[in-house]
C-alpha cells in the first residue's frame, strides 16, 4: 500500500507542469524572511527562496513601492485607494490595508525609521516648484512629520537612524540608459543633526537607489553603462564595484536581513555581500485578475478617426483599433473587424459606396485592407512599399485608387487593381500639423496638396497621377493652405495667409500670439473660363438655340501658364481660417479658429464652421463649437464632430442644422476587447513607433531586433496596464534618448475623493495644529484662490486650528483625513488665538485642491523681495517656470514691471520646458539705442528700444530646468547676455510631436526632432549646459533658510554692476536749430 501511495505520488508529480517563474516581477523589498514586491499593480509577498507567492492586496488601480519593516512585520506601500497616492500599511499575514496619509500630493514610499515605528515618504506637498522632500508617518496614524532633508526622491536612513543616504533630485525620465545630464549626482549622504554632507567618489555617472548595511552604502551605478551595484565604505571610503552584469540594468535594490534584494530582467534576484554571491529567486504569482478577462467596453473617448459614406447613411469610425459603422438613422452599429490583437486604422469609404479600406499590422506591419461594405466577402490585403504608419487616406471618385500619406510625409496612390503602390511627391519639413492635406480632382486624375517651401511658408501643388508630374500652383509669396477641387472640375479653391511670417516659427516663442488672417481663394483652371465671381446683371438673354454638347464638367482640364493670373478671392472675411473642404459644386466649408477666452484660455476646439456658396456668393455660419468635420462623396451630407467630441450627419445643402441635429448614437457602441492580445499589440506597436518616428533613423545604435527580444519574453507576463507601460518604458530606454515618454491609457476605474486644502502650514502647539503661515496668494488673479487669504476671512497667522465642519481637530489627528472630500466645497473651521474652545470663532471657508500655484506664487513673491533687499533696489527679478505660455507669461508680466531697475536676476530653475524662449533672450539682449525726450513730470526721457533692463543680466540654471530648459541657458551663453550660475541643466533637448496614440488612448512617445549646433555636431542633448559658477545647494545652507544660487548671482550682478554702470543720459539742453543770418550793420 506505502508503495502504490508512493508511486501514485510520483506519476502525479511527473505528470503535473511545473510552475512557469513569473516576469515583471519588481521593485522588491526584503527582510530575514521574506520579500515583497510589486506586479500586476499590486503587492506581493513570497520567502526569501521564492515559490508561490500570496497577494497582500487585491485591487484595480495602483499599489506599488513595497517596503517591509525592519522588524518583518509590515510591508508599507503607495496606495490610490481614493484616487490620490497615498501611505497604506499591511500586515506581512495579510489584512485589511490600513491608510496612515490624505494629502492630495504625489506621495509614494521610500523606507522605514530603523525602529520600525514610522515609514518614510517623499511628497511635494510643501514645494514651490513639485520637487519632493521626505516626511515620516507613524504606524498608529496622526500628522505626517519632515525630516531635514531640503530634496530627496529617493534613499534610505542609516541603521542608527542618525544619516541618510539620498538622490537629490526629482528624475525626469527614470529610464533613459546612459543619461549623462545634470540629473545625474552622486548619492548624498547627510547628517541629519550637523548637516554636513558627504559623497561617494563620482563620475558624471548616474547613482540612484542607496540602501545600508551597517556602514556600508550599496547604491546602482551606471559607470559602465549599465546599471550594476556598487559599495561605498563610509568608514574606509572605499568605492567597490559589487556587480558586473552585462545584458540588463539592475532596477530597485533594497536591503533587509543582511543581504541585498534588486530587480533584473523582469525577475528578482538576492545577494550576499559576504560572499559576493548572487542568485535569482523563482516567483511565480498567481491570481484572479478580473481586469484581463475579456469585456465589452465603450468606444467613448476612443474615437481616433471617421468618414462617411458617399451619400451619408453611415459613418466609419477608428475606435479602440477597430473599425466600425454606424448608422446616421436607422439600423444597428456593425464592428467590421473586432480584433483586440491588431490595430486598424484610418477608415476610408469608397466614393461608389462598395468599398471600405483601413490599415492593418494584423500582420505585424501595416497593410491596406480593402473589404466590401457589405460583409459579402473576406477582406483583401495590400502590401505597402514601406512599413510605417498611414495618414489621410481618400479614395478617388471612380473608387479604382486611393492616395493617402506616411510617417515620412510622402503621398502614395495606390490602384486597387493592381496593388501597386506609387510615390508621387514627399514634403519637405516635419511638423506638427502635417498639413499636406491631398485631395482628388473630380476627374480622379489629379491630386492637389501642399508642401512647405524652404522659408516655411506652403505652397499649393497638383500632381497629375497618370505621369507623376508636380507642378506648383502659388508663388510662395503668402502661404497657401488647404487647397480642394471644386465638384465641377473647373476650380480649385485654397486658402492664403500674407501674415503668416512669424508663425513658420512654430517651434519657438515669437509665434506666441501672432495673429493670423487667411483669405479665401479659387484658381479657374482653364483659359477662357469666366471667373465665377465677374459682378452681375439681371439681364434678358436671347434663347440658346445651338445643339447641346456633351457634358464633359467633370473632366478636369489645368492651364497652368497663366494660371497665378487666375486667381480670385473669394468674398469671405479675413479671419483664422483652417480645414477647406468642397461639397457639391459651387460649395466650400472652412473652419474659423475662435480663440478661448478667461482664466484658462488656451487652445479651443470651438471653431465656427462657415459655408460659402457660388450661387449667391454668400458665406454663412453653419455650425458652432466645431472640432473637425467630413464631407461625403456626393456633397450633400457633413459629419461634424462637436466640441464635446460628439458627432453629428447634418445636411450640407440646407440651413445651419439645430445644435444636436443627426447626432450619432456612439454612446450604444461597444466593442470586446480582450486586455492581453492588446496588450501584446500596444507592445510590438509602441517599438514600431521608435522605428518608425525617431527623430534619426539609427534608434541611437540600439539594434531593433535584438533589442525588442531582451523584453518580448516579459510581455507574455503583462497582467495589468500598468505593467505594460514599465515594459515599454524600459524598452524604449534602450534607444538612450530623453522625452522618450511611455502613459497608460485605459485603466481600470478607482474611486476618487477631492481632498481639500486650506493654503496653509502648521506646527503643533499645546497639542493642537497652529497656523505659522497663510498663502494668500493673488485674490484678484482668478487662477490663485487662497481659502484662508481672501478678504473677511477672519483667520490669522497664529492661530489655533480646532475643529472642522465641526469635528475636534487635536494634534495627534492626521489634518489632511478631516478635510478629506472638501475641496472646492464650504467647509465650517473654527480657529482661536489660543489652544482652547473658549472664545473660538467660526469661519467657512472653500479649500482648493491644490496648492501649488499658491507655494510657487509664495516662493516667486519672497525670491523678488529677497533681490530687492539684497540689491538694494538695484535689480529685478523674473522667474521663468517654463518656455510654454506660463514662461511667456510670467516674464511679460515681471520683466516689463521692473524697468525702472538696474538689472536682472533670471531664475529659469525647474524650467520645464516647452518652446524655444528666443523670444525671451531676443529682449534681455537688447541694446539701449538712445532716448525720445519726455516733455512732462520729471522729464524722464523714453529709452529706444522702449522697454529693456539696460544692466546686468544673471541666470540660475539647475537639474531640473530641461528642454526648452536647456535651451534657453545655451541661447543666453551664445548670445553673451551674462553669466549662468548654479548647476548643469537637464540635457534633454529633443522635440515632441507626431507620435501617434496606441489603441487604448495611451501612447510611447519618439522625438521627432534634435538640435545640433553650428559645429555641425549634436549638442545639448545627454549633456545639460554647465554653468558658468558652479553653486550648490547645500542642505545646511538650505536649511538655514538661505537660497545659495540666488544669493551668488545676486552677488555677481552686482559685481557686474560696479564694473560697468547703468547711467541714463538726462535730456539735454533744448536745441537751436532756428537761425537767421545776423542783420547787416
Same mark, same amino acid.
Given at each position: 500500500?506505502?508503495?502504490?501511495?508512493?508511486?501514485?505520488?510520483?506519476?502525479?508529480?511527473?505528470?503535473?507542469?511545473?510552475?512557469?517563474?513569473?516576469?515583471?516581477?519588481?521593485?522588491?523589498?526584503?527582510?530575514?524572511?521574506?520579500?515583497?514586491?510589486?506586479?500586476?499593480?499590486?503587492?506581493?509577498?513570497?520567502?526569501?527562496?521564492?515559490?508561490?507567492?500570496?497577494?497582500?492586496?487585491?485591487?484595480?488601480?495602483?499599489?506599488?513601492?513595497?517596503?517591509?519593516?525592519?522588524?518583518?512585520?509590515?510591508?508599507?506601500?503607495?496606495?490610490?485607494?481614493?484616487?490620490?497616492?497615498?501611505?497604506?500599511?499591511?500586515?506581512?499575514?495579510?489584512?485589511?490595508?490600513?491608510?496612515?496619509?490624505?494629502?492630495?500630493?504625489?506621495?509614494?514610499?521610500?523606507?522605514?525609521?530603523?525602529?520600525?515605528?514610522?515609514?518614510?515618504?517623499?511628497?511635494?506637498?510643501?514645494?514651490?516648484?513639485?520637487?519632493?522632500?521626505?516626511?515620516?508617518?507613524?504606524?498608529?496614524?496622526?500628522?505626517?512629520?519632515?525630516?531635514?532633508?531640503?530634496?530627496?526622491?529617493?534613499?534610505?536612513?542609516?541603521?542608527?537612524?542618525?544619516?541618510?543616504?539620498?538622490?537629490?533630485?526629482?528624475?525626469?525620465?527614470?529610464?533613459?540608459?546612459?543619461?549623462?545630464?545634470?540629473?545625474?549626482?552622486?548619492?548624498?549622504?547627510?547628517?541629519?543633526?550637523?548637516?554636513?554632507?558627504?559623497?561617494?567618489?563620482?563620475?558624471?555617472?548616474?547613482?540612484?537607489?542607496?540602501?545600508?548595511?551597517?556602514?556600508?552604502?550599496?547604491?546602482?551605478?551606471?559607470?559602465?553603462?549599465?546599471?550594476?551595484?556598487?559599495?561605498?565604505?563610509?568608514?574606509?571610503?572605499?568605492?567597490?564595484?559589487?556587480?558586473?552584469?552585462?545584458?540588463?540594468?539592475?532596477?530597485?535594490?533594497?536591503?533587509?536581513?543582511?543581504?541585498?534584494?534588486?530587480?533584473?530582467?523582469?525577475?528578482?534576484?538576492?545577494?550576499?555581500?559576504?560572499?559576493?554571491?548572487?542568485?535569482?529567486?523563482?516567483?511565480?504569482?498567481?491570481?484572479?485578475?478580473?481586469?484581463?478577462?475579456?469585456?465589452?467596453?465603450?468606444?467613448?473617448?476612443?474615437?481616433?478617426?471617421?468618414?462617411?459614406?458617399?451619400?451619408?447613411?453611415?459613418?466609419?469610425?477608428?475606435?479602440?483599433?477597430?473599425?466600425?459603422?454606424?448608422?446616421?438613422?436607422?439600423?444597428?452599429?456593425?464592428?467590421?473587424?473586432?480584433?483586440?490583437?491588431?490595430?486598424?486604422?484610418?477608415?476610408?469609404?469608397?466614393?461608389?459606396?462598395?468599398?471600405?479600406?483601413?490599415?492593418?499590422?494584423?500582420?505585424?506591419?501595416?497593410?491596406?485592407?480593402?473589404?466590401?461594405?457589405?460583409?459579402?466577402?473576406?477582406?483583401?490585403?495590400?502590401?505597402?512599399?514601406? &512599413?510605417?504608419?498611414?495618414?489621410? +487616406?481618400? !479614395? #478617388? =471618385? *471612380? /473608387? %479604382?485608387?486611393?492616395?493617402? $500619406?506616411?510617417?515620412?510625409?510622402?503621398?502614395?496612390?495606390?490602384?486597387?487593381?493592381?496593388?501597386?503602390?506609387?510615390?508621387?511627391?514627399?514634403?519637405?519639413?516635419?511638423? &506638427?500639423?502635417?498639413?499636406?492635406? +491631398?485631395? !482628388? #480632382? =473630380? *476627374? /480622379? %486624375?489629379?491630386?492637389?496638396? $501642399?508642401?512647405?517651401?524652404?522659408?516655411?511658408?506652403?505652397?499649393?501643388?497638383?500632381?497629375?497621377?497618370?505621369?507623376?508630374?508636380?507642378?506648383?500652383?502659388?508663388?510662395?509669396?503668402?502661404?497657401?493652405?488647404? +487647397?480642394? !477641387?471644386?465638384?465641377?472640375? %473647373?476650380?480649385?479653391?485654397?486658402?492664403?495667409?500674407?501674415?503668416?511670417?512669424?508663425?513658420?516659427?512654430?517651434?519657438?516663442?515669437?509665434?506666441?500670439?501672432?495673429?493670423?488672417?487667411?483669405?479665401?481663394?479659387?484658381?479657374?483652371?482653364?483659359?477662357?473660363?469666366?471667373?465665377?465671381?465677374?459682378?452681375?446683371?439681371?439681364?434678358?438673354?436671347?434663347?440658346?438655340?445651338?445643339?447641346?454638347?456633351?457634358?464633359?464638367?467633370?473632366?478636369?482640364?489645368?492651364?497652368?501658364?497663366?494660371?497665378?493670373?487666375?486667381?480670385?478671392?473669394?468674398?469671405?472675411?479675413?479671419?483664422?481660417?483652417?480645414?477647406?473642404?468642397?461639397?457639391?459644386?459651387?460649395?466650400?466649408?472652412?473652419?474659423?479658429?475662435?480663440?478661448?477666452?478667461?482664466?484658462?484660455?488656451?487652445?479651443?476646439?470651438?471653431?465656427?464652421?462657415?459655408?460659402?456658396?457660388?450661387?449667391?456668393?454668400?458665406?454663412?455660419?453653419?455650425?458652432?463649437?466645431?472640432?473637425?468635420?467630413?464631407?461625403?462623396?456626393?456633397?450633400?451630407?457633413?459629419?461634424?464632430?462637436?466640441?464635446?467630441?460628439?458627432?453629428?450627419?447634418?445636411?450640407?445643402?440646407?440651413?445651419?442644422?439645430?445644435?444636436?441635429?443627426?447626432?450619432?448614437?456612439?454612446?450604444?457602441?461597444?466593442?470586446?476587447?480582450?486586455?492581453?492580445?492588446?496588450?501584446?499589440?500596444?507592445?510590438?506597436?509602441?517599438?514600431?513607433?521608435?522605428?518608425?518616428?525617431?527623430?534619426?533613423?539609427?534608434?541611437?545604435?540600439?539594434?531593433?531586433?535584438?533589442?525588442?527580444?531582451?523584453?518580448?519574453?516579459?510581455?507574455?507576463?503583462?497582467?495589468?496596464?500598468?505593467?505594460?507601460?514599465?515594459?515599454?518604458?524600459?524598452?524604449?530606454?534602450?534607444?538612450?534618448?530623453?522625452?522618450?515618454?511611455?502613459?497608460?491609457?485605459?485603466?481600470?476605474?478607482?474611486?476618487?475623493?477631492?481632498?481639500?486644502?486650506?493654503?496653509?502650514?502648521?506646527?503643533?502647539?499645546?497639542?493642537?495644529?497652529?497656523?505659522?503661515?497663510?498663502?494668500?496668494?493673488?485674490?484678484?488673479?482668478?487662477?490663485?484662490?487662497?481659502?484662508?487669504?481672501?478678504?473677511?476671512?477672519?483667520?490669522?497667522?497664529?492661530?489655533?486650528?480646532?475643529?472642522?465642519?465641526?469635528?475636534?481637530?487635536?494634534?495627534?489627528?492626521?489634518?489632511?483625513?478631516?478635510?478629506?472630500?472638501?475641496?472646492?466645497?464650504?467647509?465650517?473651521?473654527?480657529?482661536?488665538?489660543?489652544?482652547?474652545?473658549?472664545?473660538?470663532?467660526?469661519?467657512?471657508?472653500?479649500?482648493?485642491?491644490?496648492?501649488?500655484?499658491?507655494?510657487?506664487?509664495?516662493?516667486?513673491?519672497?525670491?523678488?523681495?529677497?533681490?530687492?533687499?539684497?540689491?538694494?533696489?538695484?535689480?529685478?527679478?523674473?522667474?521663468?517656470?517654463?518656455?510654454?505660455?506660463?514662461?511667456?507669461?510670467?516674464?511679460?508680466?515681471?520683466?516689463?514691471?521692473?524697468?525702472?531697475?538696474?538689472?536682472?536676476?533670471?531664475?529659469?530653475?525647474?524650467?520645464?520646458?516647452?518652446?524655444?524662449?528666443?523670444?525671451?533672450?531676443?529682449?534681455?539682449?537688447?541694446?539701449?539705442?538712445?532716448?525720445?525726450?519726455?516733455?512732462?513730470?520729471?522729464?524722464?526721457?523714453?529709452?529706444?528700444?522702449?522697454?529693456?533692463?539696460?544692466?546686468?543680466?544673471?541666470?540660475?540654471?539647475?537639474?531640473?530646468?530641461?528642454?526648452?530648459?536647456?535651451?534657453?541657458?545655451?541661447?543666453?551663453?551664445?548670445?553673451?547676455?551674462?553669466?549662468?550660475?548654479?548647476?548643469?541643466?537637464?540635457?534633454?533637448?529633443?522635440?515632441?510631436?507626431?507620435?501617434?496614440?496606441?489603441?487604448?488612448?495611451?501612447?510611447?512617445?519618439?522625438?521627432?526632432?534634435?538640435?545640433?549646433?553650428?559645429?555641425?555636431?549634436?549638442?545639448?542633448?545627454?549633456?545639460?549646459?554647465?554653468?558658468?559658477?558652479?553653486?550648490?545647494?547645500?542642505?545646511?545652507?538650505?536649511?538655514?533658510?538661505?537660497?545659495?544660487?540666488?544669493?551668488?548671482?545676486?552677488?555677481?550682478?552686482?559685481?557686474?554692476?560696479?564694473?560697468?554702470?547703468?547711467?541714463?543720459?538726462?535730456?539735454?539742453?533744448?536745441?537751436?536749430?532756428?537761425?537767421?543770418?545776423?542783420?547787416?550793420?
Amino acid at each position: 500500500m506505502r508503495f502504490r501511495s508512493l508511486l501514485l505520488a510520483t506519476v502525479v508529480a511527473l505528470s503535473a507542469p511545473a510552475a512557469a517563474q513569473t516576469l515583471l516581477v519588481r521593485q522588491p523589498s526584503i527582510s530575514e524572511k521574506q520579500i515583497a514586491f510589486a506586479y500586476a499593480n499590486n503587492i506581493w509577498i513570497v520567502d526569501r527562496t521564492g515559490g508561490d507567492a500570496r497577494r497582500l492586496t487585491s485591487f484595480q488601480g495602483e499599489t506599488a513601492d513595497p517596503k517591509l519593516s525592519p522588524d518583518g512585520r509590515w510591508v508599507a506601500f503607495s496606495g490610490k485607494y481614493a484616487g490620490t497616492e497615498s501611505v497604506y500599511l499591511v500586515p506581512v499575514e495579510g489584512g485589511e490595508p490600513k491608510r496612515l496619509t490624505w494629502h492630495p500630493s504625489r506621495t509614494w514610499v521610500i523606507g522605514w525609521t530603523p525602529d520600525s515605528r514610522r515609514v518614510v515618504f517623499v511628497s511635494n506637498r510643501a514645494s514651490a516648484t513639485l520637487y519632493t522632500k521626505p516626511w515620516t508617518v507613524s504606524i498608529d496614524g496622526g500628522p505626517e512629520l519632515a525630516l531635514l532633508v531640503p530634496r530627496a526622491s529617493q534613499g534610505s536612513l542609516s541603521p542608527d537612524g542618525k544619516r541618510m543616504a539620498y538622490v537629490m533630485p526629482n528624475l525626469s525620465d527614470p529610464e533613459w540608459r546612459n543619461y549623462r545630464g545634470g540629473q545625474t549626482r552622486p548619492v548624498w549622504i547627510q547628517n541629519l543633526e550637523t548637516h554636513d554632507l558627504e559623497t561617494p567618489p563620482w563620475t558624471e555617472s548616474r547613482d540612484v537607489e542607496p540602501v545600508w548595511i551597517g556602514e556600508t552604502i550599496y547604491f546602482l551605478s551606471d559607470r559602465d553603462y549599465l546599471m550594476n551595484i556598487w559599495s561605498y565604505q563610509t568608514r574606509t571610503k572605499q568605492l567597490t564595484q559589487v556587480t558586473k552584469f552585462t545584458d540588463y540594468d539592475i532596477k530597485t535594490l533594497a536591503a533587509g536581513g543582511g543581504v541585498l534584494a534588486f530587480e533584473k530582467g523582469g525577475r528578482i534576484h538576492t545577494l550576499d555581500p559576504k560572499t559576493g554571491q548572487s542568485q535569482a529567486v523563482n516567483i511565480t504569482a498567481r491570481g484572479d485578475f478580473p481586469w484581463l478577462t475579456p469585456q465589452w467596453k465603450p468606444v467613448t473617448g476612443l474615437v481616433f478617426n471617421a468618414a462617411l459614406s458617399p451619400t451619408g447613411k453611415r459613418a466609419v469610425i477608428e475606435a479602440r483599433g477597430d473599425i466600425i459603422t454606424v448608422p446616421a438613422e436607422k439600423g444597428d452599429w456593425r464592428n467590421l473587424t473586432a480584433s483586440s490583437g491588431s490595430a486598424e486604422r484610418n477608415p476610408a469609404w469608397s466614393a461608389d459606396g462598395k468599398w471600405i479600406s483601413w490599415f492593418s499590422d494584423k500582420s505585424g506591419e501595416y497593410r491596406l485592407v480593402i473589404a466590401p461594405a457589405d460583409r459579402s466577402a473576406p477582406p483583401r490585403e495590400i502590401d505597402l512599399p514601406t &512599413p510605417t504608419f498611414q495618414y489621410t +487616406p481618400q !479614395w #478617388s =471618385p *471612380d /473608387s %479604382k485608387k486611393l492616395l493617402f $500619406t506616411d510617417t515620412g510625409l510622402k503621398l502614395w496612390v495606390v490602384d486597387i487593381a493592381t496593388a501597386k503602390a506609387t510615390h508621387l511627391d514627399t514634403d519637405n519639413y516635419m511638423v &506638427p500639423e502635417r498639413s499636406m492635406n +491631398p485631395s !482628388w #480632382s =473630380p *476627374d /480622379s %486624375k489629379w491630386i492637389t496638396y $501642399t508642401k512647405r517651401l524652404v522659408t516655411q511658408l506652403h505652397s499649393v501643388f497638383v500632381a497629375e497621377v497618370a505621369t507623376g508630374k508636380v507642378s506648383q500652383v502659388t508663388d510662395g509669396m503668402a502661404d497657401a493652405t488647404w +487647397p480642394a !477641387w471644386d465638384a465641377s472640375g %473647373k476650380y480649385l479653391y485654397f486658402l492664403a495667409s500674407t501674415d503668416f511670417g512669424l508663425n513658420t516659427e512654430w517651434l519657438e516663442m515669437q509665434s506666441y500670439q501672432r495673429p493670423v488672417t487667411h483669405a479665401v481663394y479659387l484658381a479657374v483652371l482653364k483659359k477662357g473660363e469666366p471667373s465665377p465671381l465677374l459682378p452681375e446683371s439681371d439681364d434678358e438673354k436671347a434663347a440658346d438655340t445651338t445643339k447641346a454638347k456633351p457634358d464633359t464638367s467633370k473632366v478636369v482640364t489645368i492651364d497652368f501658364d497663366g494660371l497665378s493670373s487666375r486667381i480670385v478671392a473669394v468674398g469671405a472675411a479675413l479671419r483664422n481660417y483652417s480645414g477647406l473642404r468642397a461639397g457639391a459644386a459651387g460649395t466650400i466649408f472652412f473652419l474659423e479658429d475662435i480663440p478661448a477666452t478667461g482664466a484658462t484660455a488656451g487652445p479651443s476646439p470651438a471653431n465656427t464652421l462657415h459655408r460659402f456658396q457660388l450661387s449667391d456668393r454668400k458665406t454663412i455660419p453653419f455650425s458652432t463649437a466645431v472640432r473637425d468635420y467630413r464631407v461625403s462623396a456626393d456633397g450633400k451630407k457633413l459629419l461634424v464632430q462637436n466640441a464635446t467630441g460628439g458627432w453629428q450627419i447634418v445636411d450640407a445643402d440646407k440651413g445651419p442644422p439645430a445644435p444636436g441635429a443627426g447626432a450619432v448614437n456612439l454612446a450604444s457602441v461597444q466593442i470586446m476587447v480582450d486586455p492581453r492580445a492588446e496588450f501584446r499589440q500596444m507592445f510590438d506597436e509602441g517599438w514600431r513607433f521608435q522605428r518608425d518616428f525617431l527623430y534619426v533613423p539609427n534608434l541611437h545604435g540600439a539594434d531593433y531586433v535584438k533589442t525588442k527580444a531582451l523584453y518580448n519574453a516579459m510581455a507574455d507576463d503583462v497582467r495589468h496596464r500598468s505593467d505594460l507601460v514599465y515594459l515599454q518604458d524600459m524598452m524604449g530606454g534602450e534607444v538612450a534618448v530623453g522625452h522618450s515618454f511611455v502613459f497608460p491609457g485605459d485603466l481600470p476605474a478607482v474611486p476618487t475623493v477631492n481632498n481639500g486644502l486650506l493654503g496653509a502650514d502648521y506646527d503643533i502647539e499645546g497639542g493642537r495644529y497652529r497656523i505659522t503661515k497663510i498663502y494668500a496668494g493673488e485674490n484678484w488673479n482668478p487662477n490663485l484662490k487662497a481659502p484662508l487669504g481672501a478678504p473677511g476671512i477672519d483667520v490669522n497667522v497664529g492661530d489655533y486650528l480646532l475643529a472642522i465642519n465641526g469635528t475636534d481637530v487635536a494634534g495627534t489627528d492626521n489634518l489632511q483625513r478631516l478635510l478629506e472630500g472638501t475641496a472646492g466645497k464650504q467647509t465650517t473651521l473654527t480657529v482661536n488665538t489660543r489652544p482652547a474652545p473658549d472664545g473660538a470663532r467660526r469661519v467657512t471657508v472653500v479649500p482648493v485642491a491644490s496648492e501649488s500655484q499658491l507655494r510657487l506664487f509664495d516662493w516667486v513673491e519672497g525670491n523678488r523681495r529677497k533681490v530687492d533687499q539684497l540689491s538694494g533696489g538695484k535689480l529685478a527679478y523674473v522667474y521663468l517656470p517654463n518656455t510654454g505660455q506660463g514662461g511667456y507669461t510670467f516674464f511679460n508680466r515681471y520683466y516689463y514691471a521692473q524697468q525702472d531697475r538696474q538689472g536682472v536676476i533670471l531664475d529659469e530653475r525647474f524650467n520645464g520646458g516647452g518652446s524655444v524662449a528666443d523670444y525671451i533672450v531676443d529682449i534681455v539682449a537688447r541694446d539701449l539705442h538712445g532716448y525720445f525726450n519726455n516733455p512732462v513730470g520729471e522729464r524722464r526721457p523714453f529709452t529706444t528700444p522702449a522697454a529693456g533692463i539696460w544692466g546686468p543680466k544673471v541666470m540660475l540654471i539647475n537639474e531640473s530646468a530641461g528642454s526648452g530648459g536647456d535651451m534657453l541657458p545655451f541661447m543666453f551663453r551664445r548670445m553673451k547676455i551674462g553669466p549662468l550660475i548654479g548647476t548643469k541643466t537637464w540635457g534633454g533637448l529633443v522635440g515632441i510631436w507626431d507620435t501617434p496614440p496606441l489603441i487604448d488612448g495611451g501612447g510611447m512617445l519618439a522625438p521627432r526632432g534634435g538640435f545640433f549646433d553650428l559645429s555641425g555636431k549634436w549638442a545639448i542633448e545627454n549633456e545639460g549646459v554647465a554653468p558658468d559658477i558652479e553653486v550648490e545647494m547645500a542642505p545646511k545652507a538650505v536649511l538655514a533658510g538661505q537660497d545659495p544660487q540666488l544669493e551668488r548671482g545676486v552677488q555677481e550682478a552686482l559685481r557686474l554692476l560696479r564694473e560697468k554702470p547703468v547711467v541714463l543720459k538726462p535730456e539735454p539742453a533744448p536745441p537751436i536749430r532756428s537761425r537767421r543770418p545776423a542783420p547787416p550793420r
